[in-house]
C-alpha cells in the first residue's frame, strides 16, 4: 500500500460544476496538507496550505481535511476552462519546508 | 522577484553516464529540495539541503547526491545513469522557519537517458 493514494483520474466535468478531489493517506504521523496544480509540462504550483485537520477557503477553491479518516479534499467551485490540469497532493509530517510525499495526481478536465 | 530557476531545461543522457542539473532558488529562501517525477507519476523526495548540509533523504540510492553552495545555490548529481532515471527532476525551495512554510517549484529538468 502506497503512503498517499489518488486517483489518477482522468476526470471529465463541463465548465461551471463543482469538482471534489481526493486523497487518502496511510502515515498518521502527516499534518502539513497541500494542493499543487501542475499544467503539461511545467513546475507543480501551490493553490492550498492546511495544518491538521479543519477547512479552508480560498476564492473558488476549499481544501478539508479529516485526519481521523486520513482523507484530504480540494473543491473547485465554478470551473473553468483554465482549471483543466494534473492536481496533486501533498503532505509531510514535520513542518512545509521537510521533504513531501506526493499522490500520483489526478487529471481534471473541465470541458468548456 | 524572480521565482525558482532550473538549468538546463532538457538534457539527454547515455546510460552508464553522469549528469549535474542546477538550481537557484527564490529570493530569501535557504532551503533547497529536489524531487524526481516519472511520467504520470507524483514527484519523489530525493533530498534536502540547508546550510550546504544534506539534512534529509529520500529512498535514492546514493548514485544521487548533490551540493548547496553558499549563495543557497544547488546541484543534484546523478552517477551512471540507468534508463530509469528519465524524469523531470524538479527543484523546490522554502525558508526553514518556524512550520508552516510552504515549497516552491521550478519549471524542472526533463532528462532522457538512452
Known amino acids: 500500500q502506497k503512503e498517499v493514494e489518488q486517483d489518477p483520474g482522468p476526470l471529465s466535468v463541463p465548465e461551471g460544476a463543482i469538482v471534489s478531489l481526493n486523497c487518502t493517506y496511510s502515515n498518521s504521523a502527516f499534518q502539513y496538507f497541500m494542493w499543487y496544480r501542475q499544467y503539461s509540462r511545467k513546475g507543480p504550483e501551490l493553490l492550498m496550505y492546511t495544518y491538521s485537520s479543519g477547512n479552508k477557503e480560498d476564492g473558488r477553491f476549499t481544501a478539508q481535511v479529516d485526519k481521523s479518516s486520513k482523507y484530504i479534499s480540494l473543491f473547485i467551485r465554478d470551473s473553468q476552462p483554465s482549471d483543466s490540469a494534473t492536481y496533486l497532493c501533498?503532505?509531510?509530517?514535520?513542518?512545509?519546508?521537510?521533504?513531501?510525499?506526493f499522490g500520483k495526481g489526478t487529471h481534471l478536465i473541465i470541458q468548456p | 522577484d524572480a521565482g525558482v530557476t532550473q538549468s538546463p531545461t532538457h538534457l539527454i543522457k547515455t546510460r552508464g553516464q553522469q549528469v549535474t542539473l542546477r538550481c537557484s532558488p527564490k529570493?530569501?529562501?535557504?532551503?533547497v529540495s529536489w524531487y524526481q517525477q516519472a511520467l504520470g507519476q507524483g514527484p519523489q523526495f530525493i533530498f534536502q539541503?540547508?546550510?550546504?548540509?544534506?539534512?534529509q533523504r529520500g529512498n535514492f540510492p546514493d548514485r544521487f547526491s548533490g551540493h548547496q553552495f553558499p549563495n543557497y545555490s544547488s546541484e543534484l548529481n546523478v552517477n551512471a545513469l540507468l534508463l530509469g532515471d528519465s524524469a523531470l527532476y524538479l527543484c523546490a525551495s522554502s525558508l526553514r522557519v518556524g512550520r508552516q512554510e510552504t515549497q516552491y517549484f521550478g519549471p524542472g529538468t526533463r532528462l532522457l537517458v538512452l
Open positions: 539541503y540547508y546550510e550546504e548540509e544534506e539534512r
Open positions: 529570493s530569501g529562501h535557504d532551503t
Open positions: 501533498a503532505m509531510t509530517s514535520g513542518g512545509g519546508a521537510d521533504g513531501l510525499t
